[in-house]
T-cell receptor
Framework: DAGVTQSPTHLIKTRGQHVTLRCSPI?????VSWYQQVLGQGPQFIFQ???????GRGNFPDRFSARQFPNYSSELNVNALLLGDSALYLC????????????FGPGTRLTVT | GEDVEQSLFLSVREGDSSVINCTYT??????LYWYKQEPGAGLQLLTY?????DMKQDQRLTVLLNKKDKHLSLRIADTQTGDSAIYFC???????????FGAGTRLAVHP
């Protein structure tokens, strides 16, 4: 079975631009969470979606938004990129919002110049 | 607030046991996790323990939980070079299972 997939693998953007990151959960999983991992730190929670609804939000500015589609895949959007947004963005899937097993994808490495 | 702390670096000889320690602050955490991250990769779920357990063993991995002191440890028996990675401790918070991660412990295994 395929694990969590994310695209693209890497991308480079310029300050002020917008970016969209994509995630497909494990087949049968309905919950997707997004995390930001800055170099040298642990991942920080951004959002959780379940059944297309936002169920949790971390301490991130409104420039960060997300959505989940009927097939349970998800997009993370970041507007007005700052240098500090450079990070590895990780997606995690679980079977439901309160599931104790969360599986991570390989991440998208975003570099903002 | 919610916080997880780990020592940053551990060096062990191949074949020895490794013990990685973690402390957390959220006493309502129902599950505690250990994830492994290799260079340039995502996070691999190694194991987890429910908060009403003291110990969990899974092949070479042993997790010990001291709920009173909010202390979690991961013991890796017979450590191999392939175990070299960053290990993250995480607690879960909130009804939607938000993971709170430590900064990670870099494990270096040398011959």
């Amino acid at each position: 079975d395929a694990g969590v997939t994310q695209s693209p693998t890497h991308l480079i953007k310029t300050r002020g631009q917008h970016v969209t990151l994509r995630c497909s959960p494990i087949s049968g999983h309905k919950s997707v969470s997004w995390y930001q991992q800055v170099l040298g730190q642990g991942p920080q929670f951004i959002f959780q979606y379940y059944e297309k609804e936002e169920r949790g939000r971390g301490n991130f500015p409104d420039r960060f938004s997300a959505r989940q589609f009927p097939n349970y895949s998800s997009e993370l959007n970041v507007n007005a990129l700052l240098l500090g947004d450079s990070a590895l963005y990780l997606c995690a899937s679980s079977s439901r919002t309160d599931s104790y097993e969360q599986y991570f994808g390989p991440g998208t490495r975003l570099t903002v110049t | 607030g919610e916080d997880v702390e780990q020592s940053l670096f551990l060096s062990v000889r191949e074949g020895d046991s490794s013990v990685i320690n973690c402390t957390y602050t959220d006493s309502s955490s129902t599950y505690l996790y250990w994830y492994k991250q290799e260079p340039g990769a995502g996070l691999q779920l190694l194991t987890y323990i429910f908060s009403n357990m003291d110990m969990k063993q899974d092949q070479r991995l042993t997790v010990l939980l001291n709920k009173k002191d909010k202390h979690l440890s991961l013991r890796i028996a017979d450590t191999q070079t392939g175990d070299s990675a960053i290990y993250f401790c995480a607690s879960v918070s909130g009804g939607y299972n938000k993971l709170i991660f430590g900064a990670g412990t870099r494990l270096a295994v040398h011959p």
